[in-house]
């Protein structure tokens, strides 16, 4: 069965300028025209659908997942080249193909014994797992083609990132390589990655996919054959001289494969094992259907200050997970602000707007959220070490993760967490990776909530709004006030909810 992905974009509830605006009817897939007034943060008629939603959530679940890379990096390194049964691929009907793609490739893709056996494998016992590739190709492959189209690189070099990485952007080799493309940290540095505490622009689509264009073409330079050059980018030019010195002078890449490196004698086989089923991927049964929304429409705003990912998805509504999605580089999901360096952040294009009209609020909320931590951090904890967190009022997942340096979707997977929705008093499993507040810390007593001394207003929740655009309407009323007022955990909020706020 085919596996079918959706990406359902999520508009912002804070100051639009324009009158009306179209989203998509998830009950039947219509546009539907929605009412925005200027200057307000109020917008009607916007009802996300549900069974989208939980689509949303397999898709990027699928995306942080690391076991397709796993089953990558296994194949190459294990490829025996035994003769496979696979009657529904005749060596005739295979040698043709491979002949039409010979024609219209730079790369060596001649009928050989041992590459028939690397397709036949894959077409075989790795149906699954190609299905998937097909899929998350269809956000990561036109991005791609333009950055190498830059370089004259040929296209079908955008194949080497499904063997490098499966197309995970955080994908990590046992030797440290990391990102798409598997650039070890010196090299990754020569090429202009910036790698730090906070950033490793190895696991950023554009930047990563510029720098190999760049590496490839230097390797090209060096060795005028596209297929040694790839061999160079897994092994090194090193390995791969010192295989034409040892098969006797030999250039063609099968005729040094004996004399290469293990992982690297599979590589380029497995390269046009992948390139060969992609072309051919209705031939073989597989389904190259494109999600109702390929891949997210997008726009990056320069960071002013720093700001991190979940006050970003608590002023803006959008999921934290879609953020981390469009943001890869930022491994604390923490975005920093340093002088003379060009920190982005990308976001929805429907978002961007909102974003900017309102980011000196969204700057000083950030300010006010780093000034409440706990300084100085306690001690490290070990890596293994498992914490039993307990949930108090005002917690939300983007928050637990950030103290102990985790991913929201860590969290959901370790607690077997469906939604983001977290309950006071609930106990959480964490693995920590950072520094982080003791769990010895005094608890606070998990009552639903604060009362509010004076007057009160009735706040009824629209369509549209979040918990920062209701603080916005009542001066010096913070979001923690909303929370700890209303006995809130989270950040959802839906339409018709009554919300206590004190009158300042």
Same mark, same amino acid.
């Given at each position: 069965?085919?596996?079918?992905?959706?990406?359902?974009?999520?508009?912002?509830?804070?100051?639009?300028?324009?009158?009306?605006?179209?989203?998509?009817?998830?009950?039947?897939? /219509?546009?539907?025209?929605?009412?925005?007034?200027?200057?307000?943060?109020?917008?009607?008629?916007?009802?996300?659908?549900?069974?989208?939603?939980?689509?949303?959530?397999?898709?990027?679940?699928?995306?942080?997942?690391?076991?397709?890379?796993?089953? @990558?990096?296994?194949?190459?390194?294990?490829?025996?080249?035994?003769?496979?049964?696979?009657?529904?691929?005749?060596?005739?009907?295979?040698?043709?193909?491979?002949?039409?793609?010979?024609?219209?490739?730079?790369?060596?893709?001649?009928?050989?014994?041992?590459?028939?056996?690397?397709?036949?494998?894959?077409?075989?016992?790795?149906?699954?797992? @190609?299905?998937?590739?097909?899929?998350?190709?269809?956000?990561?492959?036109?991005?791609? +083609?333009? +950055?190498?189209?830059?370089?004259?690189?040929?296209?079908?070099?955008?194949?080497?990132?499904?063997?490098?990485?499966?197309?995970?952007?955080?994908?990590?080799?046992?030797?440290?390589?990391?990102?798409?493309?598997?650039? *070890?940290?010196? /090299?990754?540095? *020569?090429?202009?990655?910036?790698?730090?505490?906070?950033?490793?622009?190895?696991?950023?689509?554009?930047?990563?996919?510029?720098?190999?264009?760049?590496?490839?073409?230097?390797?090209?330079?060096?060795?005028?054959?596209?297929?040694?050059?790839?061999?160079?980018?897994?092994?090194?030019?090193?390995?791969?001289?010192?295989?034409?010195?040892?098969?006797?002078?030999?250039?063609?890449?099968?005729? @040094?494969?004996?004399?290469?490196?293990?992982?690297?004698?599979?590589?380029?086989?497995?390269?046009?094992?992948? *390139?060969?089923?992609?072309?051919?991927?209705?031939?073989?049964?597989?389904?190259?259907?494109?999600?109702?929304?390929?891949?997210?429409? /997008?726009?990056? $705003?320069?960071?002013?200050?720093?700001?991190?990912?979940?006050?970003?998805?608590?002023?803006?509504?959008?999921?934290?997970?879609?953020?981390?999605?469009?943001?890869?580089?930022?491994?604390?999901?923490?975005?920093?602000?340093?002088?003379?360096?060009?920190?982005?952040?990308?976001?929805?294009?429907?978002? $961007?707007?909102?974003?900017?009209?309102?980011?000196?609020?969204?700057?000083?909320?950030?300010?006010?959220?780093?000034?409440?931590?706990?300084?100085?951090?306690?001690?490290?904890?070990?890596?293994?070490?498992?914490?039993?967190?307990?949930?108090?009022?005002?917690?939300?997942?983007?928050?637990?993760?950030?103290?102990?340096?985790?991913?929201?979707?860590?969290?959901?997977?370790?607690?077997?967490?469906?939604?983001?929705?977290?309950?006071?008093?609930?106990?959480?499993?964490?693995?920590?990776?950072?520094?982080?507040?003791?769990?010895?810390?005094? $608890?606070?007593?998990?009552?639903?909530?604060?009362? @509010?001394?004076?007057?009160?207003?009735?706040?009824? $929740?629209?369509?549209?709004?979040?918990?920062?655009?209701?603080?916005?309407?009542?001066?010096?009323?913070?979001?923690?006030?909303?929370?700890?007022?209303?006995?809130?955990?989270?950040?959802?909020?839906?339409?018709?909810?009554?919300?206590?706020?004190?009158?300042?």
């Amino acid at each position: 069965m085919a596996i079918r992905f959706y990406i359902v974009l999520f508009v912002c509830g804070l100051g639009f300028s324009q009158t009306t605006d179209s989203i998509i009817d998830g009950s039947n897939n /219509t546009l539907k025209t929605i009412e925005v007034k200027p200057d307000s943060t109020e917008v009607k008629g916007f009802v996300d659908n549900e069974y989208a939603a939980q689509i949303d959530e397999k898709w990027l679940e699928e995306l942080y997942s690391n076991a397709l890379f796993d089953t @990558i990096y296994k194949s190459v390194t294990e490829l025996d080249f035994k003769a496979v049964d696979f009657p529904e691929l005749s060596t005739d009907t295979l040698k043709a193909r491979l002949k039409e793609l010979d024609a219209r490739t730079p790369f060596n893709v001649e009928y050989n014994p041992s590459l028939e056996s690397v397709i036949k494998s894959y077409l075989k016992h790795r149906r699954n797992s @190609i299905q998937k590739l097909i899929s998350l190709s269809a956000y990561y492959f036109p991005m791609f +083609e333009r +950055e190498l189209d830059l370089y004259d690189i040929p296209l079908e070099v955008k194949y080497l990132a499904i063997v490098e990485s499966a197309l995970k952007p955080r994908a990590r080799s046992r030797v440290g390589a990391t990102g798409l493309w598997q650039f *070890m940290f010196s /090299t990754g540095k *020569m090429y202009g990655l910036d790698v730090s505490s906070y950033v490793d622009e190895r696991s950023d689509p554009i930047k990563s996919t510029e720098a190999a264009a760049k590496y490839l073409a230097k390797l090209y330079s060096i060795f005028g054959d596209w297929d040694l050059a790839l061999a160079a980018y897994n092994s090194g030019p090193g390995n791969v001289s010192k295989a034409i010195r040892r098969s006797g002078g030999y250039k063609n890449y099968w005729n @040094i494969r004996h004399n290469l490196p293990r992982e690297t004698a599979g590589y380029l086989p497995a390269f046009l094992a992948n *390139m060969y089923i992609f072309e051919y991927a209705e031939e073989h049964g597989f389904k190259k259907i494109k999600p109702e929304l390929a891949y997210f429409e /997008t726009d990056t $705003v320069r960071v002013k200050e720093m700001i991190t990912l979940d006050q970003v998805s608590e002023v803006t509504g959008t999921p934290i997970e879609e953020l981390q999605f469009l943001n890869p580089s930022y491994k604390l999901d923490i975005i920093p602000f340093i002088k003379d360096e060009n920190y982005t952040l990308r976001l929805p294009r429907d978002v $961007v707007g909102a974003f900017v009209t309102n980011e000196d609020s969204i700057y000083a909320f950030a300010r006010a959220e780093f000034n409440k931590r706990e300084k100085p951090l306690p001690q490290f904890s070990n890596a293994d070490e498992k914490v039993r967190y307990r949930v108090k009022s005002g917690d939300y997942l983007g928050k637990i993760s950030r103290m102990y340096g985790v991913r929201v979707s860590d969290i959901k997977r370790w607690n077997g967490l469906r939604n983001n929705d977290l309950s006071i008093g609930q106990r959480l499993t964490i693995y920590p990776r950072k520094p982080h507040v003791s769990t010895q810390q005094k $608890v606070v007593p998990t009552t639903q909530t604060k009362p @509010i001394s004076g007057p009160v207003t009735i706040y009824i $929740v629209k369509s549209g709004d979040s918990l920062w655009s209701i603080s916005q309407k009542f001066p010096g009323v913070s979001i923690q006030n909303i929370k700890d007022w209303n006995g809130i955990g989270g950040s959802k909020l839906k339409p018709g909810m009554k919300l206590k706020i004190a009158k300042s």
